[in-house]
């Protein structure tokens, strides 16, 4: 069964800190995919990045970057130079490409408070 | 850019009603899905639909559930008798399909539902 675990519930900086974002995942498959999904306060998911099992290269885009280590099941998310937009909550989502349906299991979120 | 709409964005209902909620996926994707969010827990998946049929489906998706593409563009979920523990927001999803990779889901804004 596939379980996504996100530790941190909330964490709170001060804009301009940097914030990492902890997801471990478990599964049973070789072939998955892990996304990262942001929450705004206005409710909406959006779509921030999808990664397969066998693509481990770190990835960045703006101020976004992604740590991606099958060694240790992690999938952390890295938002440099925070800004007080960047709040939201942020979930971790995996799916087993051997499931019949492309279901995403979520991680339960972390919630990031960005002060000015 | 073509996005996921949802209507209504809040429907209040009694228990024990059926209630429809709408979503008009991307135009070109294939793979159709809801999942539900009660308020301030994890994103939980219902069901996944592809080639009119459903694809997989979780344990909340029971005999009071049931999904539809009545035409080319609309896909509903129906639930026939509501309980108070319904009372969630409701999110419709699209993704693509390519040979066997799993893409990303791009969600609608969500139904909030109420059951009184």
């Keep these: ?116 | 850019e073509p996005e996921v709409t949802q209507t209504p964005s809040h429907q209040v209902t009694q228990m024990g009603q059926e209630v429809i909620l709408r979503c008009v996926p991307i135009s070109n994707h294939l793979y159709f899905y809801w999942y539900r969010q009660i308020l301030g827990q994890k994103v939980e998946f219902l069901v996944s639909f592809y080639n009119n049929e459903i694809s997989e489906k979780s344990e909340i998706f029971d005999d009071q559930f049931s999904v539809e593409r009545p035409d080319g563009s609309n896909f509903t979920l129906k639930i026939r008798s509501t309980k108070l523990e319904d009372s969630a927001m409701y999110f419709c999803a699209s993704s693509e399909v390519t040979g066997t990779s799993i893409h990303e889901q791009y969600f609608g804004p969500g139904t909030r539902l109420t059951v009184t």
């Design chain 1, 1 to 116: 069964a596939q379980k996504v675990t996100q530790a941190q519930t909330e964490i709170s900086v001060v804009e301009k800190e940097d914030v990492t974002l902890d997801c471990v995942y478990e599964t049973r498959d070789t072939t998955y995919y892990l996304f990262w999904y942001k929450q705004p306060p206005s409710g909406e998911l959006v779509f921030l990045i999808r990664r397969n099992s066998f693509d481990e290269q770190n990835e960045i885009s703006g101020r976004y970057s992604w740590n991606f280590q099958k060694s240790t099941s992690s999938f952390n998310f890295t938002i440099t130079a925070s800004q007080v937009v960047d709040s939201a909550v942020y979930f971790c989502a995996l799916s087993e490409a051997d499931a019949a349906g492309n279901k995403l299991t979520f991680g339960g979120g972390t919630r990031v408070l960005v002060k000015p």
